[in-house]
């Protein structure tokens, strides 16, 4: 099926260690997303991408990098996890530009999400 | 900038009741407006969108959120709460800069009891 596919869904690290989050979309869409989900705080965007070989920050970018190598693939890297990383990470996408898309209509795909517990 | 505020974190509502969840908005202009829910460890589900068409917009599993320009709202209501709604509620706007990223409300968690 279509869809977003985060990879892994749970995981435990121990401080310092490092790890990559892997978004993958098959619907071509050219902006991919990496939210983090706390209690009480919603969803906030750690970095963007839109298009392949882009890169931007988001709203809580620190501890974190991300690279979008391939359009359908954006990696979310820990370079060194910290108990304060403990968060669920939301993958999304959007809009797969081209003629007969409007992007102001056009809708997000979320991913089921990756469970990330530092200790 | 733009931004949303889910005004209770928190409503308790009892089965076959009225379900209203509030949510302001701020936005410089005509804003694109979603309601995401979450249901326990789950991902999020679309449950509806505004997005300049009609101001009243139905959803799924009968929710339905007004948009009140003059007020800088989106509520969102049901008119009969089921169990099954018991879930987290987010609010959220589209941003209008080149990101057109999500912004999120800090969500309303609602719970129905029997």
């Known amino acids: 099926n279509a869809g977003v596919t985060q990879t892994p869904k749970f995981r435990v690290l121990k401080t310092g260690q490092s790890m990559t989050l892997l978004c993958a979309q098959d619907?071509?869409?050219?902006?991919m997303y990496w939210y983090r989900q706390d209690p009480g705080m919603g969803l906030r965007l750690i970095h963007y991408s839109v298009g392949e070989g882009t890169t931007a920050k988001g709203e809580v970018p620190d501890g974190y990098n991300v690279s979008r190598l391939k359009k359908q693939n954006f990696l979310l890297g820990l370079e060194s996890a910290a108990p304060s990383q403990t968060s669920v990470y939301f993958c999304a996408s959007s809009y797969p530009g081209g003629s007969g898309h409007s992007l102001l209509n056009y809708g997000y795909t979320f991913g089921s999400g990756t469970r990330l517990t530092v200790v | 900038a733009q931004s949303v505020t889910q005004l209770d974190s928190h409503v308790s509502v009892s089965e076959g009741t009225p379900v209203l969840l509030r949510c302001n908005y701020s936005s410089s202009y005509s804003p694109s407006l979603f309601w995401y829910v979450q249901h326990p460890n789950k991902g999020l589900q679309l449950l509806l969108k505004?997005?300049?068409?009609?101001?009243l917009v139905k959803g799924i599993n009968g929710f339905e959120a007004e948009f009140k320009k003059s007020e800088t709202s989106f509520h969102l209501t049901k008119p009969s709460a089921h169990m099954s709604d018991a879930a987290e509620y987010f609010c959220?706007?589209?941003?209008?800069?080149?990101?057109?990223?999500?912004?999120f409300g800090s969500g309303t968690r609602l719970l129905v009891r029997p």
């Open positions: 619907m071509n869409h050219e902006y």
């Open positions: 959220v706007v589209r941003s209008m800069d080149s990101s057109y990223k999500l912004i």
């Open positions: 505004y997005t300049s068409a009609a101001t």
